[in-house]
């Protein structure tokens, strides 16, 4: 059993009400939608992604023999509707915003279209799918939008809430414009450039720093950065401008010397001046150390000499935003539209749309939700992935996602992409699916 692509990775109420469909005889055709209620504190837009994840789960959702007879033994489904599972695939469409996009509250960014009991089963796993690389990639944008062009990578796999969290926030933070990530498998699987240097313990493990630094150069001499703050950064610094000219002999020349603790931005002025006396103007400085978007816009404002940051433990469970005010709705059964009223938690009813124009200037200017046959000015963001539950094109390319959401940051207005205040952006909410509302109301009270 592959936990990641079982069907049991769900919730029991998604099953229990399955059999209840089941017992029921409801085969209808539902329509649920994925949107976000609500920003989290300080933050002015989201941007989408885990949209190829859901869509692998979707192809290849199925339950396994062995499954299948853990559901008939677990005591709280009959045999009949268990039997009914063996043949259950994901026959339906699929339409989504691409990844990369920015949107905002209410605006679904996942439609799925299927007989209910697919499009009930699924929705604990896709939510967790979108959930997370959505709150990763959101973050990492701001860290992007933070370094105005400085190296970012993902250092956040140990801090991740665990192995499939921190593969896919390295695919999340790439995906949002990252320059790469430090967690191997990220490369292997998505091809995400991959960075390195070395840790502490390295330098401890050696009789002497320079020692160390020598150790590394010769084993990696296309590729050496150095860690210099175990000990005492500043006389560090010294001795890799000592060490520079038996290296560049050796056919090692120093890339980039990394600072991890204390007072970054002190220590990168002092570095950057032993270097550059030295003669090392072209060596980088890549600083590391609880890090987030915050402290990069700090450094940088101090005039920190810093070229690249490794984001990790704040980066990766999102430390200021940890969870999204996120929900998978019924907007449509058997084709009558559905509104849930609940107190705080209504929800628009329908299929919808979001179309979005842009100003003179080429930045997004204002949004409009509507239902999806009610056309209305400007692009549309929802397309067809999926049909009859196959995919209408292969696989985006994690490269084309990441081309799209730099597009797409760079086309934020100025006040959406500043730090530390939440500027609203107009979503207007258009005449027919007010309307389609009210009705449903009507309907539902009678």
Partial sequence: MNPQSSPLLTDLYQLTMLQAYFDGGMDGVAVFEFFVRDLPPQRNFMLAAGLEQALHFLEHLHFTAGELDWLADCGHFHQDFVDSLAALRFTGEVHAMPEGTPFFPNEPILRI?????????????????????????S??????????????????????????????????????????????????????????????????????????????????????????????????????????????QMGARIKAVRLDSGSLSYHAIKVRRILDRGGLKETGIFCSGNLDEYAIRQLLAEGAPIDGFGVGTRLDVSADAPYLDCAY???????????????????????????????????????????????????????????????????EPLEESRRRAADELARLPERLQRLGTQSPYPVAVATALGRMAKAVDRATRQ
């Fill in 113 to 137: 279209t299927a007989p209910i009991a697919q499009a009930q089963l699924v929705e604990s796993r896709i939510v967790n799918l979108l959930h997370l690389q959505t709150l990763i990639a």
């Fill in 329 to 395: 709705k019924l907007v449509e059964y058997a084709g009558k539209p559905r509104r849930k009223r609940s107190e705080g938690k209504a929800t628009w009813p329908g299929r919808k749309q979001v179309y979005r124009s842009y100003g003179t200037d080429g930045r997004m200017e204002r949004d409009i939700l509507t239902l999806d046959n009610d056309a209305q000015p400007g692009t549309p963001l929802i397309q067809p992935y999926m049909l009859a539950g196959k995919r209408l094109a292969a696989a």
């Fill in 139 to 248: 973050k990492a944008a701001r860290s992007v939008l933070a370094a105005r062009g400085k190296l970012l990578v993902d250092f956040g796999l140990r801090r991740a809430h665990g192995a499939e969290a921190g593969l896919l926030a390295a695919r999340a933070c790439y995906l949002a414009g990252f320059s790469g990530s430090a967690t191997v498998l990220a490369g292997a699987e998505f091809g995400i450039p991959l960075y390195g240097t070395m840790a502490h313990s390295y330098v401890q493990a050696h009789a002497s720093e320079k020692t160390a630094f020598e150790h590394f150069a010769r084993s990696h001499p296309t590729n050496t950065v150095l860690l210099i703050d175990t000990y005492n950064t500043e006389a560090a610094a010294e001795k890799v401008v000592k060490l520079a000219p038996r290296l560049k």
